[in-house]
């Protein structure tokens, strides 16, 4: 089911994101935060429908710390976008996330 | 074909699960649906103190998840993250459209959309969001363990929160445009006697700053309108709600507040749409507020289908 969207650590970090072909969507997530919980199925259904044009990662913060203060990353959910081994876009965050929003976000990404 | 209900309640909520309950007890097809998990703000309130039948605190996700237990041990169905993509509520069959694929009929409505947290409007916030800035401490405050970090406003969820935070940050600076809190007596006590508390009355922010995340926040201190940077790890902003009304707003007046009135019933202006919680007009927005007002409008609704 959630085949579409992996799981990734730091380390894989460098090879998974910013050496992808495609470009990549990073849910940085946490438990305990309901906004999290909310986006995971939106976060899913999107993945989903652009399968094989763009790469869903999630890393779960706690575990990668230091990642995420790398990436100047606050708040759960974040959503960064990579193109090209770059962060591109406007990040999303916390608990608005809609899933059509994410759906446009990632159809810029890919024009 | 449509899939139809008798009622569909927009927003899970306190308001919208009470009245789920109701709903669904009364052998009415219910439907709830949420862009997010149920419990509205509730979920992600720390502790609930002062809804009744609880004598010792409550956190706000586990009265979320048994508000929706409740709901749904009597037949309410809820649907999580779900985005209402069209929707037309003035016939006397409403209908929904749920992201962009399906559609569901009903000939009640009850919107239950409740409020989202205010936000300041200053330069930077829109930057620094989630790279510094917040407005959910259970979600975010781990981020925050050694910090020194600032809470903007001064009512009960401002000074509460304040408190929370107090478990991971060095030190939380609550900024307040006052020189005093609206916030209940014995969590201003507790605030003011806190060592990690510090509070700037009298000052409001002005802007945020930083290179990638967030490194400092613009104060003004109103008397003597006196403006300095307060370098910072992470700023929580509590300064009360607006009402979510996307939906409302296109069928019914809104009163200058931004909120929407209806009559003692929970009824608005079209036949068969309903509006209870914290998106009425209305003085005092409480859970318990909230539940009594889903109650009325699932009973209201009940006889409206009779």
């Given amino acids: 089911m959630a085949a579409s969207v992996e799981e990734i650590n730091a380390a894989q970090y460098e090879e998974r994101v910013l050496g992808a072909e495609t470009p990549v969507v990073l849910d940085f997530f946490s438990t305990e935060c309901p906004p999290c919980e909310a986006l995971a199925p939106k976060f899913e259904a999107v993945a989903e429908q652009f399968a094989g044009r763009a790469r869903f990662l999630k890393v779960f913060r706690q575990g990668n710390r230091e990642l995420a203060t790398q990436l100047g990353v606050t708040g759960s959910p974040t959503l960064v976008f990579f193109k090209g081994g770059r962060e591109v876009g406007a990040r999303m965050t916390g608990e608005d996330i809609k899933r059509s929003a994410l759906k446009s976000a990632v159809e810029a990404l890919l024009t | 074909m449509n899939e139809r209900y008798d009622v569909v309640v927009i927003g899970a909520g306190p308001a919208g699960l009470t009245a789920a309950i109701y709903a669904a007890r009364a052998r009415l097809r219910t439907l709830v649906i949420d862009e997010s998990i149920p419990g509205g703000q509730v979920k992600t309130t720390h502790k609930v103190s002062n809804y009744p039948g609880f004598p010792e605190d409550i956190h706000g996700s586990e009265l979320s998840l048994a508000f929706a237990r409740q709901a749904e041990r009597f037949g309410a169905k809820i649907r999580r993250s779900v985005e209402i993509t069209a929707h037309d509520l003035a016939p006397f069959v409403k209908t929904l459209e749920l992201d962009e694929s399906e ?51 001064g009512g009960n969820s401002a000074v509460e929160e304040a408190l929370f935070l107090t478990q991971f940050a060095r030190s939380v600076t609550i900024v307040h445009q006052f020189e005093q809190f609206q916030a209940e007596p014995a969590s201003v006590s507790e605030a003011l006697t806190n060592p990690k508390i510090q509070v700037l009355f009298g000052h ?46 296109r069928y019914v007046k809104l009163a200058p507040s931004g909120y929407v009135k209806t009559t003692d019933d929970m009824e608005t202006e079209i036949p068969g749409v309903y509006a209870a919680g914290d998106i009425r007009v209305k003085r005092f927005r409480q859970i318990t507020t909230a539940v009594a007002d889903g109650t009325i409008a699932a009973l209201a609704a009940q006889k409206y289908l009779r």
């Fill in chain 2, 103 to 153: 559609t569901v009929e009903a000939r009640a409505v009850i919107v239950t959309t409740g409020a989202k947290p205010r936000p300041l409007g200053v330069p930077g916030e829109d930057t620094f969001k989630g790279r510094g800035i917040s407005y959910c401490a259970t979600c975010d405050g781990a981020y925050f363990e050694g910090k020194d970090i600032h809470v903007i406003g």
């Fill in chain 2, 204 to 249: 409001e922010p002005r802007a945020f700053h930083g290179e990638t995340a967030l490194e400092a926040l613009e104060v003004e201190a109103l008397r003597t309108q006196e403006r300095k940077r307060l370098p910072t790890d992470g700023v929580f902003v509590f300064i009360g709600m607006v009402p979510r009304t996307d939906l409302l707003a």
